[in-house]
């Protein structure tokens, strides 16, 4: 039997509530992590690097994928400055890659990263989950942020929920819509401030889908050469949620534009953080055909499900709920894993950690990063090392 997916846990350095002691304790063996505390853009130093790795290492633990090395928005917008920025990439990559560190996680989303309306969703058990609401989005475009042109982006019934949405809010709920949506990146506690997302917004006012693909293509023909010589495998994450929101466009949303990333560079080096939750808020991403169609291409796996709603609006449920069909999606993974090792890939324990999390039980008692709860991602690692264990003994009957 060829190997198993290599169990890994996100950590947002020595800040995080959630401990690498923790983390071991989950039975993962790898961590994800970065080097939060440096500016998106500058370089990554060898002894920030091995202060980190030795850390993670002293806690029996491997640092086995960096997410992520963020990228400089002048290099999405095609700033004056992209190229001193790229050089800069570029030496980050060659810095992990002399502390063996081989696997990049980046993306490519303009400004904000993930977006979520509700970090406090709670489900019928109690439990607490983060939520994406369309008609909470479209109050805060329209009527909140007030940003030019708007209303073009949206339905006269689509603007209609959002102003009943909008007159249903007190001045608090309206502050946390504001507050929710402008959250800057993972591990910071980063907020936007109107005008200054305003500032972003008008650095972008020439930049749509057509112009940012190009700017990719760019910063990927600079780069994975180089990630290529060094041994290591960037994995670009997909939008989330996957499509335009506040008129920022989306380029990394749908099966075409992965086929298309690939192709923008044809190396190994250049691949896909394949992502469940983000490529699942979307009904026409067929996501076990993704693993089928370009399985050779993931690097790296995030492992969780939404339950999407009709307006567009999802929630993050169960690793083994929601609208996503895991079983099929594991067992294609198991399938590509298949394929590798009977290629003699390297590669066959790609690695996967549980993306997310609900708060349940204990979580409450800490202040955990939206989504990254001990015990309610601990409970999806079990649910989908046991799914992946299942698939594995039946197709091969071990």
Known sequence: ??????????????????SLQTIRQTGATGVVTALHHITAGEVWTTDEINIRKETIAKAGLTWSVVESVNIH???????????????????????????????????????????????????????????????????????????????????????QAAKQYLDGLTPEQKTYITNTIMAGLPGTDDVFTIPEFKEHLQRYAQTDAAKLKQNLAYFLQAIVPEAEKAGIKMCIHPDDPPFPILGLPRVVSTEQDLKDLVGYCKSPSNGITFCTGSLGARADNDLPGIVERLGSDIHFIHLRNVQRE?????????????????????KNLVLEQKKRADAGRDDVDIPMRPDHGHKILDDYNYNTYPGYSAIGRLKGLAELRGLEMGIKHTLFQE
């Open 73 to 159: 928005e002048s290099i999405k917008t095609a700033g004056a400055e992209r190229d001193e920025y790229i050089a800069k990439y570029i030496t980050s990559l060659q810095n992990l890659a002399k502390a063996g560190l081989k696997t990049v996680c980046y993306n490519f989303m303009p400004v904000l990263d993930w977006t979520r309306t509700n970090l406090d969703y709670r489900l019928p058990n109690n439990a607490s989950a983060l939520r994406y609401d369309a008609a909470a989005v479209a109050a805060f475009d329209l009527y909140i942020l007030q940003r030019e042109g708007a209303e073009k982006d949206f339905t006269t019934q689509q603007q």
């Open 1 to 18: 039997m060829f190997s198993n997916l290599e169990q890994t846990f996100r950590w947002f350095g020595p800040s995080d509530p959630v």
């Open 310 to 330: 009709p307006d567009g609006s999802f929630y993050e449920a169960d690793h083994l709920g929601g609208s996503t069909n895991m079983y099929a999606v594991m």
